[in-house]
């Protein structure tokens, strides 16, 4: 492992954007499968699998490659520049809160795109069908990492170097797709119901 990490960081200090880029685009793939394990062993516990389903894990690899695919595209070159750019501009303004905050809005955004429903984005079903889901898995989420992420980056920004910042954050979005694969699963639980409810929503 150690000789991984140094591996690592001499790939980083060579080649950093794409070295951002490659592990940004692993990380994602391996959260996505990550993720679908949560969501098949959480509902065969749930007993909400067809007697097919409930065998074993398939892993669809055609969701891990659109998954993969984003982080390489999107997360490791826009993550790696804009870490450096709003660090630069944070240290101008003397304070980390300001980061913290796009990073939050980052990160929700992309949440409710890859919250799948087993096979495919939010984003591909029908607009009820999206208000549904927003509603019952997206808001209760939402809910519950406000209390977690500010507390994340908050020690991103006070203890991680800004060249491991990415990394960083790419492994907490892994267990995020873990946690909202784990979520979805739990369908309309009471303490979802109890969340919506202080929600000013109809």
Request: aromatic letters at 14%.
């Amino acid at each position: 492992m150690l000789k991984l990490w140094k591996w690592y960081q001499n790939c980083l200090a060579v080649h950093p954007v794409k070295t951002q880029v490659i592990s940004s685009g692993l990380i994602w793939g391996a959260g996505d499968i990550a993720a679908q394990a949560v969501t098949h062993y959480t509902a065969k516990a749930h007993a909400t699998m067809d007697e097919d389903d409930n065998k074993e894990l398939k892993i669809n690899w055609k969701r891990v490659s659109t998954t993969s695919l984003f982080g390489l595209g999107f997360v490791g070159p826009v993550g790696h520049y804009c870490t450096l750019l709003w660090y630069d501009l944070l240290l101008s303004l003397g304070g980390f809160d300001l980061k913290g905050d796009h990073s939050q809005v980052l990160q929700k955004a992309t949440s409710i795109i890859f919250i799948a429903d087993g096979e495919h984005p939010i984003l591909f079903d029908s607009v009820p069908q999206i208000k549904e889901d927003v509603k019952r898995d997206f808001l209760p989420a939402f809910v519950l990492e406000g209390g977690i992420w500010p507390i994340v980056q908050v020690a991103n920004f006070r203890f991680i170097p800004v060249r491991y910042q990415l990394l960083y954050v790419n492994f907490f979005c892994l267990l995020d797709s873990c946690f909202l694969s784990w979520v979805e699963q739990q369908q309309d639980a009471p303490w979802k119901q109890w969340l919506k409810s202080l929600l000013p929503l109809k």
